[in-house]
């Protein structure tokens, strides 16, 4: 097998994906607001994915030696330095989580759930254990789960297939079109959530795409059993995500019939 041929059983998936009706579904700041308290646990898990390749394909042992490939080393550490210390619309220096987690004080929505989670997590306990105590979607739940069984089988072409297929490129314009829309009917409280969009987009930037399929070529190599395990990777992943979606999307139709 060779990328091509997985890019190519996971289209279908893809867009369906990309067609999902939750982009069409969020009209209000009240549903952005929903969307966001549960899509912020993707974001949170986002950074794990990113750090385990950090781990495999960059040196961050002591004392230092150089990996094989100084190629995949900068595109990986150019990642952790965009999502980890990227900038704000205000010049402060911050996460894009953390970004994301201003966005949504900003919107209004309700910070507690992600909040209590890390607070968890950083105390020690484990990611199934903290999200056992949230009140969030079981969709979100599954989601996190799934991040975290495929980084705790601990194979890196699994690993670097859920970041390059399961995460890039996924949102689409019509998304970021009605952001735009929102933020005609209330500037102050969407300008955090569109900048955390576009910097996103702007930091994953054309380089980002053909990097992380060399990325795919030199962690699966030319054995087909791995190639294999990182295409039902990458079809998992989509599943995974549409499923994300769906509970958002039941969600935000939950919030609009209670306050009729």
Known sequence: MSINKLKSRIQPLRNELIAHPVYSRVSSIEDLKSFTEEHVFAVWDFMSLLKTLQQHLTCVQ????????????????????????????????????????????????????????TQRVAANVSVYEALNTCQISEETKAFVRYTFEVIYRGKIHEIASLFTFGREDLIPDMFLKMVKELKIQAPERVQGFLYYLERHIEIDGEDHGPLSLKLMDEVCENDPVKWEEATLVAEQALRMRMQLWDGIRHKIQASSMASV
């Open 62 to 117: 002591v004392p230092w030696c150089p990996t094989q490939n100084a190629e995949t080393r900068r595109f990986i550490n150019e990642i952790v330095v965009g999502e980890e210390s990227d900038v704000d619309a205000q010049g402060k220096t911050m996460s894009h989580f953390e970004m994301y987690v201003n966005a949504m004080t900003a919107l209004g929505a309700n910070r507690s759930e992600i909040q209590q989670f």
